[in-house]
């Protein structure tokens, strides 16, 4: 293959790889919503075994989400030379996921303390 038809394939590549990530940090944006409206419900009348189930399994999948799309953006980054024009587009990702990773974990504290202060009997 020629050096012309080898960058047009690199290109295509890595912004299909972007894409991707765009996806999976929307998919990341719904679970952790999800979670944090559900964490809203720890500790009232509607606080059930099914609740922290649900809290669990949602937890489990923004968790695969996120294992998931930082290996996907670390890669994309480490191998994208400066001044491409997907580059500014995965920093802008990474950024994005961190901030969701932050928020995140706030509401797993959250929960945390609740499920401490309101214990199922």
Known sequence: MNHWRQSVVEIQTRKRQVNECERAQAALSKVTACFQQMANFLGSNMDRSFLREE???????????????????????????????????????????????????????????????????
């Not at 480490?78 to 969701?100: H, N, P, Y």
């Not at 706030?106 to 499920?115: A, I, M, T």
Request: aromatic share 6%.
């Open 55 to 121: 809290l669990e399994e949602t937890r489990t999948a923004a968790h695969k989400i996120c294992s998931g799309l930082h290996r996907r953006l670390l890669s994309l980054l480490t191998e994208m030379e400066q001044g491409q024009e997907d580059k500014e587009q995965a920093e802008r990702l990474w950024v994005i996921f961190l901030s969701s990773l932050e928020n995140f974990q706030q509401d797993l504290q959250k929960v945390k303390v609740l499920r401490e202060l309101f214990p199922l009997i």
